[in-house]
């Protein structure tokens, strides 16, 4: 079964530095995709980076980027100069495609804040 | 283009009552998901569903929970009789249905059973 590990329960991060989220995921698949929401105190979903996996070269979105470890199975996202506006709950996901059928799996999150 | 709708924001029901939420995709999108979030946990599959159709609903509880898409108007996940244990957030989501597409959700209903 695909699962989605996040071992970082809370996270913390000084403003304008850079901090990195951990994300590990177990799959036989060998094309997928991974994705990063970011869910603040209002609760809405936000993507914040998808990567193919099929993709050697990693992922980038402004200020956003991942460290994508086909072989380790490990999905990084690296946040670099941090804003206050970037404290919230982050979301690995996988995407599974199987059988007709299109489904996310999530990690439990970790809670990012971001200290001014 | 506006994103995807659903409503209520928050909901009330007592025990026992039926919990009715809706979801409108984006523009365009054709396919509609609908995931719960318990407290402290990550959003959990519950339902896939293309326009009169049910994908995939390996999600959902067996027993009074139901969804549908129907062809004209939102799409609704509906839960009868409703016990403690339901009170979670609600997400929908939906997505041009492609491959490459990406999901892409909703602001979540809040459900909360007394």
């Known amino acids: 079964a695909q699962t989605v590990t996040q071992s970082q329960p809370e996270m913390s991060v000084q403003e304008a530095e850079t901090v990195t989220l951990s994300c590990t995921y177990d799959t036989s698949e060998s094309d997928y995709y991974l994705f990063w929401y970011k869910q603040p105190p209002s609760r809405q979903m936000i993507l914040v980076i998808r990567q193919e996996a099929y993709k050697q070269q990693n992922a980038t979105e402004n200020r956003f980027s991942v460290n994508f470890q086909k072989a380790a199975k490990s999905f990084s996202l690296k946040i670099s100069d941090s804003q206050l506006g970037d404290a919230a709950m982050y979301f690995c996901?996988?995407?599974?495609?199987?059988?007709?059928?299109?489904?996310?799996?999530f990690g439990k999150g970790t809670k990012l804040t971001v200290n001014p | 283009n506006a994103g995807v709708m659903q409503n209520p924001r928050h909901l009330v029901r007592r025990r026992g009552q039926e919990a009715r939420l809706r979801c409108s995709p984006m523009k365009g999108h054709s396919h509609v998901y609908w995931y719960r979030q318990l407290p402290e946990e990550g959003l959990k599959f519950m339902v896939y569903l293309q326009k009169e159709n049910i994908i995939d609903e390996s999600g959902m509880p067996k027993e009074r929970f139901s969804a549908e898409f129907p062809k004209e108007g939102p799409s609704i996940l509906r839960i009868q009789q409703v016990v403690r244990g339901d009170s979670a957030a609600y997400f929908c989501?939906?997505?041009?249905?492609?491959?490459?597409?990406?999901?892409?959700f909703g602001p979540g209903t809040r459900l909360t059973v007394l």
């Open positions: 996901a996988y995407r599974i495609l199987q059988g007709g059928s299109e489904k996310l799996v």
């Open positions: 989501a939906s997505s041009l249905g492609r491959q490459l597409d990406t999901q892409y």
